[in-house]
């Protein structure tokens, strides 16, 4: 059965800003302050190696309720046990993803246009990934950014929850939620601050008091 999940502080762990503390320790001071899923995103790793970093995550949160995700790699995800894969528009057929990872893993799915979100199937995905909303360095083959009418327009397109990604800081989630999206997707703003828990617990913060009631 999948996991009920909270998209409201999602963190991507990036290798190399990750240096400091680890991708492993990264994740386990996050998600102490707040962060409600983690995806694993190493491009330059092996299968091999992404199984076993996912692993080490899932074990590091174990007594937590945040949810591991494995980025791209599908047969990683199978393998490591993970709540939930995410995909990008040019990986794979989410349908093709979805017969490969069952009815038990999560599924999410990148997408950059009204008409991409337009296009998504509930019945297959459970949530996009909504971005970049700005340019971000981590990751140098991202789409056009969107920005705020963009987020705004894909997120109401859109017939699953949705996640805005792309160079977000804490100063944007008064933002991110004012347009519908569920939740706010960070890299830098958390991975390799000097006190990832102290940046995510800000972050949360943030997304409490930018909540209605």
């Known amino acids: ?27 386990r001071e996050a998600v102490a302050g707040g962060a409600t899923m983690v995806q694993v995103r190493h491009k330059r790793a092996s299968t091999t190696e992404r199984i076993a970093l996912a692993r080490s995550v899932k074990e590091a949160l174990r007594n937590t309720p945040a949810l591991v995700v494995m980025n791209d790699d599908i047969e990683a995800a199978i393998e490591a046990g ?10 794979m057929p989410a349908a093709s993803a979805r017969a490969r990872i069952g009815l038990n893993m999560l599924l999410g799915l990148s997408v950059n246009s009204e008409s991409a979100a337009q296009a998504v199937d509930p019945a297959l995905v459970d949530y996009v990934g909504v971005g970049p909303v700005f340019a971000t360095p981590t990751k140098t083959d991202h789409e056009q950014p969107i920005g705020f009418a963009g987020l705004t327009r894909i ?21 991110v939620l004012a347009t519908g999206a569920s939740g706010i997707a960070v890299v830098s703003a958390i991975c390799g601050t000097p006190d990832p828990q102290q940046a995510s617990r800000e972050l949360w913060e943030r997304i409490l008091a930018s909540r209605p009631g």
């Open 82 to 91: 993970v709540d939930a894969l995410h995909i990008g528009q040019r990986d």
């Open 1 to 27: 059965m999948k996991k009920p999940f909270d998209l409201s502080l999602y963190l991507v762990l990036d290798p190399d800003l990750c240096q400091q503390h680890s991708m492993v320790e990264t994740a």
């Open 155 to 175: 997120v109401a397109a859109c017939p699953v929850p949705a996640v805005a990604i792309g160079g977000l800081k804490q100063q944007h989630v008064s933002d």
